[in-house]
């Protein structure tokens, strides 16, 4: 059977493929929208205000109280492709397609929830500033927070003319992120911006994260070449930057690449899973398997491969210790996360335990 009829032009659907849009999406769409509907992307949120681009555009939406499939209210992120009723004044999103990537951000309350904060997301460049670092614990969380929310990481060391020793800075990031892009970078200068520029993909979408001063925004803006995202200067004595960003934006780069700038992201507050951890230290991961126990926590355990790694010089015990430090942190977002799930629907059962008893008394009257 054929799809649904979603461009009037080539053209409009080329307005489309420039944000990502892909055929697999198209196939997507039909499955979850009903007629009338089109396709777009949101490329602005700001407290519950969107903005799309569609096949003619950008235009702004609005939301119709879109559950998830917990019957929670859907939250909807930069970065998602919606199903969206034009056929009013005010435009109003249906439906969120299924992702295939998204940072999500815990957020605190009784009932730990994870808030998405960027959606569809195929690269997260993990941004270190040269000017103190490299910092490898940080390095080491962002990588694995990038697994974490489905996407592939990229290390961009940033402020690349204060560095003095490139080899040696490379020698600690492999360390850190071994098996992952780095990228020595000064957007002040434009040094290595074209490198990067080629690795990120026409219709990718990339975000970028890193704690505040690092260059972030001056990266932004490096790269889109038109001063886009406002950058701010790091206050004299410290190496903190002053918060310029409130709301999340997703900006198509000259290359053609897409790039979300979101305040959340930025926090590093992010969702973490025991996987995405262990996907960040594969090396660990490799020695494992040699040791004497299936289910060794390298803490002790006689015939322990780590530990002997370790012993030999091999690996770093600072290393090992973050990838347990990580660990116990993605363990305890895991039962956080569960316990809230757990919590949740028993409320969902005990309401509809009320309903039914009040179904029960209606007709027994
Ligand atoms: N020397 C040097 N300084 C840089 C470079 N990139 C950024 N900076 C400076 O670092 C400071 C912070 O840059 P921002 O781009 O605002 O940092 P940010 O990560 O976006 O910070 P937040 O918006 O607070 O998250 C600014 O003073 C920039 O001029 C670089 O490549 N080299
Ligand atoms: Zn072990």
């Known amino acids: 059977m054929y799809g649904r009829v979603l461009f009037a032009s080539q053209e409009q659907k080329m307005n489309l493929t420039s944000y990502g849009w892909t055929d697999f999406l198209g196939a997507q769409f039909n499955d979850y929208s009903?007629?009338?509907?089109?396709?777009?992307?949101?490329?602005?949120?700001?407290?519950?205000?969107?903005?799309?681009?569609?096949?003619?555009?950008?235009?702004?939406?609005?939301?119709?109280?879109?559950?998830?499939?917990?019957?929670?209210?859907?939250?909807?992120?930069?970065?998602?492709?919606?199903?969206?009723?034009?056929?009013?004044?005010?435009?109003?999103?249906?439906?969120?397609?299924?992702?295939?990537?998204?940072?999500?951000?815990?957020?605190?309350g009784a009932a730990e929830r994870a808030q998405v904060v960027a959606a569809n997301v195929d690269f997260v460049l993990v941004v270190d500033g040269l000017d103190r670092g490299p910092n490898q614990r940080r390095i080491e969380r962002g990588v694995a927070l990038a697994y974490g929310g489905g996407a592939t990481p990229i290390v961009i060391l940033s402020k690349a003319d204060l560095c003095k020793d490139r080899e040696h800075t490379s020698m600690l990031v492999e360390e850190a992120a071994p098996f992952v892009e780095t990228f020595f970078i000064s957007a002040t200068e434009g040094d290595g911006l074209e490198g990067l520029s080629a690795h990120l993909a026409p219709g990718s979408t990339s975000v970028l994260i890193g704690p505040s001063g690092v260059g972030k925004s001056t990266l932004a803006n490096a790269l889109s070449g038109e001063g886009h995202l406002a950058a701010g200067p790091v206050r004299a004595g410290d190496a903190k930057g002053r918060h310029t960003t409130t709301r999340s934006e997703l900006i198509l780069l000259p290359s053609g690449a897409c790039?979300?700038?979101?305040?959340?992201?930025?926090?590093?507050?992010?969702?973490?899973?025991?996987?995405?951890?262990?996907?960040?230290?594969?090396?660990?991961?490799?020695?494992?398997?040699?040791?004497?126990?299936?289910?060794?926590?390298?803490?002790?355990?006689?015939?322990?491969?780590?530990?002997?790694?370790?012993?030999?010089?091999?690996?770093?015990?600072?290393?090992?210790?973050?990838?347990?430090?990580l660990l116990r942190e993605a363990e305890i977002h895991e039962i956080r996360h569960d316990a809230s799930k757990a919590r949740l629907s028993k409320n969902r059962e005990r309401n509809f335990a009320k309903i039914c008893r009040a179904e029960q008394k209606r007709k027994n009257r």
């Open 259 to 325: 790039m979300i700038d979101t305040p959340g992201v930025r926090e590093l507050g992010l969702w973490l899973d025991t996987e995405a951890v262990d996907a960040a230290f594969a090396d660990i991961e490799g020695l494992s398997e040699t040791c004497r126990f299936g289910d060794c926590n390298h803490s002790g355990e006689p015939g322990c491969a780590v530990v002997e790694a370790v012993a030999v010089g091999e690996l770093p015990a600072s290393r090992l210790a973050s990838y347990q430090k």
């Open 34 to 108: 009903s007629p009338g509907l089109k396709p777009a992307r949101v490329v602005r949120s700001d407290r519950g205000e969107f903005q799309l681009i569609g096949a003619d555009g950008i235009f702004r939406a609005q939301t119709a109280g879109i559950l998830d499939s917990s019957g929670e209210p859907a939250p909807i992120a930069t970065g998602d492709w919606v199903a969206v009723d034009r056929s009013q004044d005010t435009a109003v999103i249906r439906a969120i397609l299924p992702r295939k990537s998204a940072m999500t951000r815990r957020r605190a």
